[in-house]
């Protein structure tokens, strides 16, 4: 399951647009993998690494 | 004016000089000050993308243009960061863009100019089935520490990533346009 798969478990009322805009998942192409690179949602909190676990 | 003569002589000096005709003999250069850009200092690159780049949904992802058409003053990375960092300081008009395709749906393709490892500029937002979009935006380059890299979200089900048909449509550009 992919990180963006996670956060969409955790929270399903997530759209798309919400991804462009308030919630940046990256991935720098360095063998690191996804990563969240910035999460501002006014209401939501950011998953803990337990959560993504 | 009808035409502008360069004469070169053998003291390595070259001047410019308009012809001796009558009328009008005058050749007027603008007052500002600034650096004379040539081609030769002007650095520019296109490469694309080789390959095709699997990517996770929802996720901004670094794609690895790793071919050169051309790299005019090496100041591109094509092996390991996959960016440019030019080291002539001004600004640049950076192209890119992505075909992407989905083993199910592909849904939506953002292409992104990225300065300095954050989002610089989005290209145009496709909601579309097996599409390309692409992205073209000014950037003003530093000529030491900035640099740009190119990156692209995908949204739909399946596995998502970008097409084979590299050479075509999964590109990114950059040239100097004019100096700081």
Redesign the interface.
Known sequence: MTLYEKIKALYPQLEDKDFMDTIRLQNDSDGKGDYIAKWEHPTLAKPTQEQLA | MSQVIIAGDTSGTITLQAPAVSGSTTLTLPAATGTVMVSGNMPAFSAYANNS?T??????????VNTEEFDTNSNYDNAT??RFTPTVAGYYQVNGQTNATSTSTL??I?PAIYKNGS?YK?GT?ITATDARSSVSSLVYLNGSTDYIEY?V?L?GTGTLSTAITAVLDNYFQAAMIRSA
């Open positions: 780049q990517i996770s949904a929802g996720t901004f992802t670094k794609v690895q960061n996959y849904t939506r953002i989002g989005y937002d990156y979200l949204s």
